[in-house]
């Protein structure tokens, strides 16, 4: 099946710098990966996703890119505040049938 | 997301005793999943369900079991079988037809007595 790797597992920044996060996949056809944001004792909310016909796309202060020959994407943010700190989660799935989880980035922002 | 339902938000299990979690969405969402979550790891597939009676295996399904009788509602059964049952449960949905994300409950939070 596929597998999902993440790193770092947890990244501390100051306040206005960028952060990225970065996953690994290893299924070839994996073509959709979302990312979530969780905070403490709280539901994953969707942040951005990717389907696997686009390099890259931003949503304000976020952005997410895409290389399928390398099978690697990552999470990008901008301007970080302080309720960016939480934990993030990337993923990976073909067709939505099943999703693959990374294991988690804790991110810190220091005001 | 308001349109998904998990309860109770805590639970406790005695030795020997199944507990079942319950999830209800209103989200008219055909798939939906359950996940386990340990500290320090990412979510692992249980069960997941792509239409009403039909259900598949995840990754860590042993000690579980599902139904899925109607369109909005997917409970988890933690039986006695399942040894380490201490986790942060939660339970998605998402629209059929692929490459739709994935919308989750606030979590059911279960400890052993």
């Known amino acids: 099946g596929e597998n999902v790797e993440q790193h770092p597992s947890t990244l501390s920044v100051q306040e206005g710098d960028s952060a990225v996060i970065k996953c690994t996949y290893s299924?070839?056809?994996?073509?959709?990966f979302p990312w979530y944001k969780q905070e403490l004792g709280k539901r994953p909310q969707l942040i951005i996703d990717?389907?696997?016909?686009?390099g890259e796309k931003k949503d304000q202060r976020i952005a997410v890119t895409l290389n399928k020959t390398a099978k690697h994407f990552s999470l990008h943010i901008t301007e970080t505040q302080p309720e960016d700190s939480a934990v993030y989660f990337c993923?990976?799935?073909?067709?939505?049938?099943?999703?693959?989880f990374g294991t988690g980035t804790s991110l810190t922002v220091i005001p | 997301d308001g349109g998904i339902t998990q309860s109770p938000k805590y639970l406790f299990r005695k030795e020997g005793q199944n507990v079942t979690l319950s999830c209800e969405q209103n989200?008219?969402?055909?798939?939906m999943y359950w996940y386990r979550q340990d500290p320090g790891q990412g979510l692992r597939l249980i069960y997941y369900?792509?239409?009403?009676?039909?259900?598949q295996k995840g990754d860590i399904a042993e000690g579980y079991s599902v139904s899925r009788e109607k369109k909005e509602s997917f409970p988890l059964t933690v039986t006695s079988a399942q040894k380490n049952p201490t986790a942060f449960y939660l339970c998605?949905?998402?629209?059929?037809?692929?490459?739709?994300?994935?919308?989750f409950g606030d979590g059911t939070r279960l400890s052993i007595l």
């Open positions: 998605a949905s998402a629209e059929q037809g692929g490459n739709q994300p994935q919308h």
């Open positions: 993923a990976a799935s073909i067709l939505g049938n099943q999703f693959y």
């Open positions: 369900s792509q239409i009403v009676n039909d259900f």
């Open positions: 990717i389907r696997s016909n686009v």
């Open positions: 989200l008219n969402h055909d798939a």
């Open positions: 299924d070839s056809a994996s073509n959709y």
